[in-house]
């Protein structure tokens, strides 16, 4: 079974300070891991997945994770807060071996970015 | 279209009633998926068509929701003699065909409210 916590419902940063979102997994198998985010009256957008291959991976609009087994997390970063950042982002968790129906998310963690 | 669209955006209803809510798929998209996302839960998934196979619905809460899709086109989620508990946002998503890797595209979702 597949589970993901997302540490902190609410992440405050100021513009320009470094974005650090924490997502935990628990997976009886090798997982597929991903990160969502809904901007303001927006659907669900994938910023990044991670699968096979290299552990750190790149998404869209400057975000990054590191899958780390070890530690069983897969955090989602990013350098530089922009404004445009403030939206809901979401962990999720699949067992990569069957469809995305097995697709597992987190709760979610709220970003505001201070001017 | 462009994306996926759901309607209605808000559906307000009184408890016991019936309520059917649209998802349009982007065209060609074989996988079709209903979530649910209840206030301060993760997203849960409900049931999955993909193209003429039979649909997985181990995920519908009780036999007051179902869903039908024709072919690769339209669906539609039935929820019979509504429930307080009901009260969630109603998610669809489509993907070009089943698996993981397939990237998911989300509607901007069904918010029912059971009075």
Same mark, same amino acid.
């Given at each position: +079974?597949?589970?993901?916590?997302?540490?902190?419902?609410? /992440?405050?940063?100021?513009?320009?300070?470094?974005? %650090?979102?924490? @997502?935990?997994?628990?997976?009886?198998?090798?997982?597929? %891991?991903?990160?969502? /985010?809904?901007?303001?009256?927006? &659907?669900?957008?994938?910023?990044?997945?991670?699968?096979?291959?290299? *552990?750190? /991976?790149?998404?869209?609009? &400057?975000?990054?994770?590191?899958?780390?087994?070890?530690? *069983?997390?897969?955090?989602?970063?990013?350098?530089?807060?922009?404004?445009?950042?403030? +939206?809901?982002?979401? @962990?999720?968790?699949?067992?990569?071996? *069957?469809?995305?129906?097995?697709?597992?998310?987190? *709760?979610?963690?709220?970003?505001?970015?201070?001017? | 279209?462009?994306?996926?669209?759901?309607?209605?955006?808000? #559906?307000?209803?009184?408890?016991? #009633?019936?309520?059917?809510?649209?998802?349009?798929?982007?065209?060609?998209?074989?996988?079709? !998926?209903? !979530?649910?996302?209840?206030?301060? $839960?993760?997203?849960?998934? =409900?049931? !999955?068509? $993909?193209?003429?196979?039979?649909?997985? #619905?181990?995920?519908?809460?009780?036999?007051?929701?179902?869903?039908?899709?024709?072919?690769?086109?339209?669906?539609?989620?039935?929820?019979?003699?509504?429930?307080?508990?009901?009260?969630?946002? !109603?998610?669809?998503?489509?993907?070009?065909?089943?698996?993981?890797?397939? #990237? =998911?595209?989300?509607?901007?979702?069904? $918010?029912?409210?059971? =009075?």
């Amino acid at each position: +079974a597949q589970s993901v916590t997302q540490l902190g419902s609410h /992440v405050s940063v100021s513009e320009g300070a470094l974005v %650090l979102l924490r @997502c935990n997994y628990s997976s009886s198998v090798p997982p597929y %891991l991903f990160w969502y /985010v809904q901007y303001p009256n927006q &659907g669900l957008q994938l910023l990044l997945k991670y699968t096979t291959g290299a *552990t750190l /991976v790149k998404g869209i609009n &400057g975000f990054e994770a590191e899958f780390k087994k070890s530690e *069983t997390s897969f955090h989602l970063t990013k350098p530089s807060a922009h404004m445009s950042d403030a +939206a809901e982002y979401f @962990c999720a968790v699949s067992d990569g071996a *069957t469809g995305a129906n097995n697709l597992f998310f987190g *709760t979610g963690t709220r970003l505001t970015v201070i001017p | 279209g462009a994306g996926v669209s759901q309607s209605p955006s808000n #559906k307000v209803t009184e408890k016991g #009633k019936d309520v059917e809510l649209r998802c349009d798929p982007i065209s060609g998209h074989t996988a079709l !998926y209903w !979530y649910r996302q209840r206030l301060g $839960q993760g997203l849960e998934f =409900l049931i !999955y068509f $993909q193209g003429n196979s039979a649909p997985d #619905k181990s995920g519908l809460p009780s036999d007051r929701f179902s869903a039908e899709r024709t072919g690769e086109s339209v669906s539609t989620l039935t929820i019979q003699r509504t429930q307080q508990e009901d009260s969630a946002v !109603y998610l669809c998503a489509s993907s070009l065909s089943q698996g993981t890797n397939e #990237k =998911l595209f989300f509607g901007s979702g069904t $918010q029912l409210s059971v =009075l």
